[in-house]
């Protein structure tokens, strides 16, 4: 599976001719860039990969160490994910075992291919453009996973008999105001403080009111419960019109180009799970404040999606889009120390909870 740069060069050229991506036993290109011979610049072979694989319909990962001399850094920053063995780049997952990283890696690509890939083009055009535009990016391939059979088969899987239609009067968001201090609290503590349509709406509604009133110095959003969010409301997958008009909700009414807009006077104390929406929202503001056993997650690949309610822009933009590819292909959760290490959140503090 792990491959050398020569290796890598022969496939992804074989790869570009096929017009077909199911070609490919698995949308993966993983490469071995430990100990990759020094030279005192990229050589025609190192540029025609780059080219290749930054506009590749494919998912590329290389495995990097301590070792890897500087005048190679657009080589790897051309992958989607770093994999560092041992080593303290600021882009790399440092892992103890390379290979079974690399191992999972695959797995979750395998099982979801077409979102994996979407994700990865995504990020490579994404973390570079203005907000607004990046979030457009977002919602416009998250929108078209939607219809993909792998979300369908998805939707279609799950017992929808219990579900229940969103009450309009339900309060899920509290406000206390405190001097010139909005306090903006998440209450659905019985769903885990899970993100649904009135949530959503009340929510920007209160930033709405930041926004306007330049009297409330700040803001801050907390959770009530044991959770600070878990993400969407699963009850609610499946049940908007159509793709493209959830599309048009989201460019409407943009509830992370909203938090982005006043992030200079909102900060977010987040504890317990933080999934999906409950961090894609909070690393938009200013500062994030974590308890101690606080954990991330973004689990949309699974799905057959993205992250949908900012992630690609929020998370690039704070831990670097390499390890935003890691987070979101593999599902996996991360503590608060290395969410810490990774400038994902800006203070470990168990005293303002």
């Not at 704070?318 to 959760?333: E, F, P, V």
Request: hydrophobic share 50%; glycine share 6%; net charge negative.
């Amino acid at each position: 599976m792990l491959q050398s740069v020569d290796q890598a060069l022969a496939t992804a050229r074989e790869w570009s001719s096929i017009a077909a991506l199911g070609d490919a036993d698995l949308p993966l290109l993983a490469v071995d860039l430990r100990n990759v011979p020094r030279s005192f610049r990229i050589n025609d072979q190192d540029a025609e990969l780059i080219r290749l694989i930054t506009n590749a319909p494919w998912v590329n990962a290389a495995v990097v160490d301590d070792e890897l001399d500087p005048v190679f850094a657009p080589l790897a920053d051309a992958f989607d994910v770093l994999i560092g063995d041992g080593t303290d780049s600021a882009a790399a997952v440092d892992v103890e075992d390379a290979t079974a990283c690399l191992a999972q890696l695959a797995g979750c690509i395998e099982a979801s291919p077409q979102a994996s890939v979407a994700l990865a083009r995504l990020l490579r055009v994404s973390h570079d453009l203005p907000i607004e535009q990046a979030l457009h990016l977002e919602s416009l391939t998250y929108a078209m996973l939607q219809t993909s059979e792998h979300v369908q088969a998805w939707l279609a899987a799950r017992d929808t008999e219990l579900r229940r239609d969103a009450d309009p009067a339900e309060q899920a968001v509290a406000l206390d105001l405190t001097g010139s201090l909005l306090t903006i609290t998440l209450q659905r503590p019985h769903k885990r403080n899970a993100l649904h349509v009135v949530m959503r709406d009340q929510l920007f509604e209160a930033l709405e009111l930041v926004e306007a009133d330049q009297a409330i110095d700040g803001a801050i959003i907390v959770g009530a419960g044991s959770n600070f969010c878990a993400g969407g409301d699963l009850d609610e997958f499946g049940t908007t019109p159509s793709a493209a008009t959830g599309h048009h909700v989201r460019m409407m009414r943009s509830l992370p180009a909203l938090v982005h807009r006043v992030r200079n006077r909102v900060r977010a104390h987040v504890h317990g799970s933080c999934v999906g929406a409950g961090i894609e929202l909070p690393a938009f503001a200013s500062a994030i404040i974590a308890h101690p056993e606080a954990t991330f997650q973004l689990p949309e690949i699974a799905f057959g999606l993205i992250p949908g309610a900012g992630g690609t822009v929020s998370l690039a933009r704070r831990c670097g889009r390499h390890r935003t590819a890691w987070l979101a292909l593999t599902g996996n959760a991360i503590d608060a120390e290395l969410a810490l290490a990774w400038q994902l959140i800006d203070r470990i503090d168990a005293t303002v909870f």
